[in-house]
């Protein structure tokens, strides 16, 4: 390096600090290749979608609920402004279940209809396609917050004990460990290793501009308000009502304002899918370079 490009001594900035900064960013994923969801074809199908299931998920608690391939499952606020934290498996093996971060490379930050949730390495899939959104219409507010997003982990006990001590057990972590225990008849144990990162609905969040941090706000979310998903696979899915309720000041709390969460399933006519087929697994050869 030049010493024209060397730390300023007092400021520690570059000659070029401001040229560096200006290089323009490149999208990681360019997404345009993607396999787009058939979106007509899965609203007509909707369109004769009986109502076959629902679930109730009760404040500061998480239920499970199971959802055909070909199948729609909608969640949606009833009491007041709340906030719930998704999880998602396949039926059949726990080992395929919803890789937020994969999503969050592939679509954003946050997601809407049309966009989908996406399964673990080796599967990577489509597992869900989010085919209405009463919340669409909010968009990036002047925070740079969004609701639905897949930035956040959920609230846990073991961040809680490590920032503010205590065992705190109605976090969404905890909730859906339990839910998960009690579904399938496991242990808390082996039932939380399966516990992942979600899909937080209605949540509202983004990044500070000045220090980069994670932040939440007061969720838009009013009672009717919902999301609902295509389900591509058969699927388990989990859903917390997080302790937070709106996440407007806090999302671990018993003092917090929390109300349930309705999960309804709709099974469309038996012809109205004709010829659709669930997504293969991802065509990779697995061979990692080595034969």
């Not at 080992?95 to 399964?119: D, N």
Request: glycine share 10%; aromatic share 8%; charged share 20%.
């Amino acid at each position: 390096m030049s010493n024209t490009e060397l730390p300023n001594a007092e400021t520690g900035l570059p000659s070029d600090a401001e040229e560096r900064r200006a290089i323009p960013p490149v999208i990681c994923y360019p997404n345009e290749t993607l396999p787009k969801p058939d979106l007509p074809r899965y609203l007509a199908a909707r369109e004769t979608a009986q109502k076959t299931d629902e679930v109730v998920v009760a404040p500061r608690q998480a239920a499970c609920f199971r959802v055909a391939a070909g199948s729609f499952f909608r969640i949606t606020s009833v009491e007041g402004a709340q906030v719930g934290d998704l999880n998602l498996w396949n039926d059949a093996d726990l080992s395929e279940r919803f890789f937020s971060g994969k999503t969050r490379a592939l679509h954003g930050t946050h997601v809407t209809a049309g966009e989908r949730l996406w399964s673990t390495l080796p599967h990577l899939r489509p597992m869900a396609t989010i085919v209405a959104d009463s919340l669409g219409w909010y968009g990036i507010d002047s925070y740079g917050g969004s609701v639905h997003d897949v930035i956040g982990t959920r609230c846990d006990p073991y961040t809680g004990n490590l920032l503010g001590g205590g065992h705190y057990h109605h976090c969404c972590h905890s909730n859906l460990t339990r839910a998960l225990a009690d579904e399938l008849n496991l242990s808390l144990a082996d039932a939380e290793r399966h516990v992942h990162d979600v899909l937080n609905v209605f949540m509202c969040t983004g990044f500070t501009r000045d220090t980069g941090q994670y932040f939440m706000k007061a969720s838009p979310v009013r009672p009717g308000d919902y999301l609902e998903f295509f389900a591509e696979i058969d699927l388990l899915g989990a859903l917390s009502a997080c302790p937070g309720g709106d996440c407007g000041s806090e999302h671990t709390s018993d003092s917090a304002a929390c109300y349930p969460l309705l999960v309804e399933v709709f099974t469309p006519e038996s012809t109205a899918l004709d010829g659709w087929q669930s997504p293969a697994r991802n065509g990779y050869d697995g061979s990692h370079g080595r034969s």
